[in-house]
């Protein structure tokens, strides 16, 4: 068995990150596996512009981005490996991973799990109808498209307005395709503000909020889908619906973490379908860590890299043998109108002087505070004019303001006059 001191699953930009920051703070024998056959991860396919803003201070295409970190793996001289598929990972941080050598084990000191998301398919939403050729997902369209130069379809209608289905309803009409719609099941999008703007209105592309596709109609492929109009309940409305002629139905329907190696090893779930991690990154299971889309879906790389960089670091430290030995003993949980609380548990006594809380709301809000309370008691809270679902929120909490190390932290909305 081969021995490492740190295995990287995933050489996306969280592994990328997560990598550096090992290595900058004294970690030299490092080892990334990547399953395909470029490090980068989804950003090789997203070809459009804004990705940077934060972390470059500068508008970059999805591989711009990229590239500037493989440069740093590469100047560091960080070990990597391609086309090397992790298959499992065990307790005792033994590695499992598929190559053309064949199956290698690799017992690693420390586990960084960067492995990102996959998208949701139409076997999670059961469509009525025929199935046909032409469903598919857009990213998987945007692989197509971006990276092998094929067009799927000439007259697409979305299903879903996340925002990889805005994307690719501008990225399909700029290569001649006609986008005759978006559907999406909620009564607001799911995308960000700007992607709606520069998306669809700049193309003069529907958005049919509160609707979803009620039918799909084709033998051999795709000839036409059916919309509907749902009740507040969700339930398609008799009498709504319209009828599309299409050749392509692109599912923007949402990301899970693809975690089943973090699940099968024992670490312990969190309601995002990631892991449980405390404030440094760390799973249940010591030595283990997880970031980027893998542990909660993120809208922006810029949150992703610097997530991958907490996850390296405490990497790094827990090599070394600066991490303490306490348990987590603050467990962070969601309250009114939150969906998420990102990390699940928090140790003061391995905690920076400022704690990132990363969370999204539940619906969109306006008017709200955003307040989080300690044991029952209001320790912080901050206005905000208008929240979105698609959007995280990332609030940094003062180590100084929790005065033990045990309770529950809750972060929670309350109305603007409450
Ligand atoms: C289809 C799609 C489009 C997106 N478009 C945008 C966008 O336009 N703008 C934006 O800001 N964000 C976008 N995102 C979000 C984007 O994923 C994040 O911003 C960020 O790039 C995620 O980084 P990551 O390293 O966590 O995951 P990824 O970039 O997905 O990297 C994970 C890596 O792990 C590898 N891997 C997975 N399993 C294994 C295994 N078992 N063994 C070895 N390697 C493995 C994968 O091959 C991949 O290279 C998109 C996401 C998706 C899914």
């Given at each position: ?160 307005s996340g925002?990889?289905?805005l ?15 978006v559907?999406e099941?909620m009564?607001y999008s799911n995308g960000?503000n700007?992607n709606i ?10 958005l049919?909020l ?178 979105i679902?698609s ?28």
């Amino acid at each position: 068995m081969e021995h490492k001191d740190l295995v990287i699953i995933g050489g996306g930009s969280a592994g990328m990150a997560a990598a550096v920051a090992a290595y900058d703070a004294g970690i030299k024998d490092i080892l990334i596996l990547e399953r395909t056959e470029f490090l980068g991860g989804i950003l090789n396919q997203c070809i459009h512009n804004g990705f940077g803003l934060h972390e470059f201070k500068e508008e970059l295409t999805g591989p711009e981005f990229l590239t500037r970190f493989v440069d740093q793996v590469k100047e560091r001289g960080i070990a990597y490996e391609l086309e090397a598929n992790v298959l499992s990972l065990s307790k005792d941080k033994v590695v499992t991973y598929l190559s053309a050598k064949g199956k290698t084990e690799i017992q690693a000191k420390a586990v960084i799990m960067a492995a990102g998301c996959y998208e949701r398919n139409s076997g999670a939403i059961g469509i009525p109808g025929t199935r046909p050729a032409g469903v598919i997902t857009a990213g998987q369209a945007q692989l197509y498209l971006n990276e092998f130069g094929y067009m799927v379809g000439k007259k697409v209608f979305i299903l879903g307005s996340g925002d990889i289905g805005l994307i690719m309803a501008r990225r399909m009409t700029l290569e001649g395709a006609k986008v005759l719609g978006v559907a999406e099941l909620m009564p607001y999008s799911n995308g960000l503000n700007r992607n709606i703007q520069q998306c669809l209105k700049d193309f003069d592309i529907p958005l049919y909020l509160s609707h979803t596709v009620t039918k799909i109609i084709g033998k051999e492929h795709l000839e036409a889908i059916e919309i509907s109009q749902v009740d507040e309940k969700m339930r398609p409305i008799p009498g709504t619906e319209q009828r599309f002629d299409v050749d392509t139905l692109l599912l923007s329907i949402g990301l899970i973490p693809n975690n089943s190696i973090l699940d099968q090893a024992g670490a312990i779930p969190s309601s995002t379908r990631g892991s449980k991690v405390n404030q440094n990154m760390e799973t249940s299971i010591p030595g283990v860590f997880s970031c980027g889309n893998v542990l909660h879906v993120h809208d922006l790389v810029d949150y992703v890299v610097e997530e991958g960089r907490q996850a390296g670091a405490a990497a790094a430290a827990y090599l070394q043998g600066k991490e303490g030995k306490s348990e987590a003993r603050i467990e962070c949980v969601p309250g009114n109108g939150i969906g998420y609380v990102v990390p699940s548990w928090i140790d003061l006594e391995q905690a920076g002087d400022s704690i990132p809380l990363k969370f999204r709301c539940r619906k969109p809000s306006k008017n709200v505070y955003i307040s989080i309370s300690f044991n029952g008691k209001e320790i912080k809270k901050m206005l905000k004019l208008a929240m979105i679902p698609s959007e995280m929120e990332i609030m940094k909490l003062p180590k100084n303001l929790l005065d033990s190390n045990q309770g529950k932290l809750e972060v929670s909305l309350v109305a603007k006059g409450e």
